[in-house]
């Protein structure tokens, strides 16, 4: 298994608030960044897999919509997020 309870733990204690905050937008968008980059590595060797193809692209929109709440309700937890995962946008 790629993602299991101490990798999830670990990921919600560096970008939220502490290990049990998984309700934040930044730690979403850090989970979401997570799997986004393991699909897309399962990606490279199976390219004919359109139900992964499915996943990542709606993975890809769940992660651009908090991107965009976050972006419009505060500024700065946005910059920060974006310049920790190093997100171009």
Do not use: P, W
């Amino acid at each position: 298994m790629y993602l299991d309870s101490v990798k999830k733990q670990e990921i919600f204690g560096q970008y939220g608030a502490s290990n049990t905050d998984t309700g934040s937008a930044e730690s979403q968008i850090a989970l979401f960044s997570y799997r986004i980059s393991h699909l897309t590595e399962h990606m490279r060797a199976n390219r004919k897999d359109n139900t992964t193809k499915r996943a990542l692209v709606k993975l890809v929109g769940k992660r651009r919509a908090l991107l965009n709440y976050l972006k419009d309700r505060d500024i700065n937890r946005y910059r920060a997020i974006v310049k920790a995962l190093g997100l171009r946008k």
